[in-house]
């Protein structure tokens, strides 16, 4: 089984700051999809953003952007201008593109935004 | 769009009691997964769905674990009988393809 790695399990950051979460994976597939997932207090898993492993642009949603080394397996999300709102835990995770539906998830790291 | 519906939102019981976890997917996903949710072992896929199908029971904990769905809008997940350690948070999720999941809001249970 694919795992998924998440050696930070606190960060913290200023509000308007920038934070980088960090994320590794292990595979031996070459085609598969890599999400970040945020749950806040209200425990609702929200996707923030995704990657297809065929891309090598790196995908983009707002102040969230990643930086997918897939050489490296490793797939990092940036918060830029944080706002106290992206206090969260975040998720990494990985599902593979031709074997099976299911997503391998990382064990998560919880961002404090600092006022 | 109602997103995926679960209920109850909360459950309590006691130890030995069945339990039953409700799950509505959105409409035209063909894929349903059951999770849970622990401090000690994060999310941990229980079950999944393709058309209906159990594809994957393989993170089911134990036979007083079981899954249904009866049709592409509604899935169950029992518990009997229960026991204070299958407290923990269950999310039912639905996808139309291999892009991301769209998560229930999670029904977290309490067995006492």
């Known amino acids: 089984a694919q795992t998924v790695t998440q050696s930070q399990p606190e960060m913290s950051v200023q509000e308007a700051e920038t934070v980088t979460l960090s994320c590794t994976y292990d595979?031996?597939?070459?085609?598969?999809?890599l999400f970040w997932y945020k749950q806040p207090p209200s425990r609702q898993m929200i996707l923030v953003i995704r990657q297809e492993a065929y891309k090598q642009q790196n995908a983009t949603e707002n102040r969230f952007s990643v930086n997918f080394q897939k050489a490296a397996k490793s797939f990092s999300l940036k918060i830029s201008d944080s706002q106290l709102g992206d206090a969260a835990m975040y998720f990494c995770a990985y599902r593979s593109a031709v074997a099976g539906n299911q997503f391998y998830f990382g064990t998560g790291t919880s961002l404090t935004v600092i006022p | 769009d109602a997103g995926v519906i679960q209920s109850p939102r909360h459950e309590v019981t006691e130890m030995g009691q069945e339990v039953t976890l409700r799950c509505k997917p959105i409409s035209g996903h063909n894929s349903l997964f059951w999770y849970r949710q622990t401090m000690m072992r994060g999310l941990e896929l229980l079950i999944y769905f393709n058309n209906n199908v159990p594809i994957d029971d393989s993170g089911m904990p134990e036979d007083r674990f079981s899954a249904k769905m009866p049709n592409a809008s509604f899935s169950t997940l029992k518990i009997q009988p229960s026991e204070p350690r299958d407290s923990a948070v269950y999310f039912c999720?639905?996808?139309?393809?291999?892009?991301?999941?769209?998560f229930g809001s999670g029904t977290r249970l309490t067995v006492v």
């Open positions: 999720a639905s996808s139309p393809g291999p892009h991301g999941y769209t």
């Open positions: 595979t031996s597939e070459s085609d598969y999809y």
